[in-house]
């Protein structure tokens, strides 16, 4: 994948990304089919889910970044399927710290997905948030119901299709091969575990760290 920048000259060249929901799930199934495209909303409930969480729950960090994240907020915080994506993200994230500066949890969730207040301004919100790497906006009146879902990438929010958490990963991930871009450098490993894991693009070709590698030779073991 090329660097962010090309996202501009996309969105320019094709506008209606902007305000056509659906066009990046529509996109990726012209490159990859809709066997690879339907993966993780397919599977993400009944395999990869309670499969994932069963080997994870096994580590000894894995209380410590619940806690950390407060995951365990049940009225404040995300639906489950958000809240282990955020701990997942944080797990996958451990390793990168070696290679960059160290970030808590909540860093490199907030790199991944950001919360905004039903009312409050996108614009102010996105211009603030000082980054051009695609994250997950979420707007509600309540974190754990969220109403709506926008890919934004190089400072413009890109409406997701999407109505559930599940759904809105899926097309986050997706826009990344969409707009040919990089994935953030402290959720290398987050995505490329969701890349080869889930939806087996590029296996053995893409540079999965050790992290990953083990974690997907012990759900290939489990029944």
């Known amino acids: 994948m ?6 501009s000259s996309v969105l320019d060249l094709f506008p209606r990304f902007l305000d056509v929901p659906g066009l990046i799930d529509q996109d990726l199934s012209m490159m990859f089919g809709d066997e690879v495209s339907q993966k993780f909303r397919k599977n993400w409930s009944t395999f990869f889910k309670p499969k994932i969480i069963a080997d994870c729950k096994t580590l000894r960090i894995w209380a410590s970044c619940c806690q950390e994240l407060n995951l365990n907020q ?7 399927d958000m809240s282990f994506c955020c701990c997942i993200c944080s797990l996958q994230t451990q390793e990168a710290r070696k290679k960059t500066s160290k970030i808590s949890s909540p860093q490199a969730t907030s790199h991944l997905v950001r919360y905004l207040k039903e009312g409050a301004s996108v614009t ?8 051009r790497q695609p994250f997950l906006l979420c707007i509600s009146e309540r974190k754990k119901d969220i109403q709506k879902f926008s890919n934004t990438i190089d400072e413009k929010p890109i409406p997701c299709k999407a109505h559930t958490s599940v759904a809105a990963f899926d097309e986050l991930f997706k826009a990344h091969y969409i707009f040919s871009l990089s994935y953030d450098e402290a959720l290398c490993n ?11 693009i590029d296996v053995g070709r893409a540079k999965e760290s050790p992290r ?5 030779a012990r759900l290939l073991q489990r029944d």
């Open 74 to 80: 049940r009225t404040t915080g995300w639906d489950s």
């Open 190 to 200: 987050f995505y490329t575990f969701i890349q080869t894991t889930i939806y087996n």
């Open 2 to 7: 090329v660097g962010e920048d090309t996202s």
């Open 124 to 131: 102010t919100f996105i211009e603030s948030a000082d980054t």
């Open 212 to 216: 990953v590698k083990e974690l997907l």
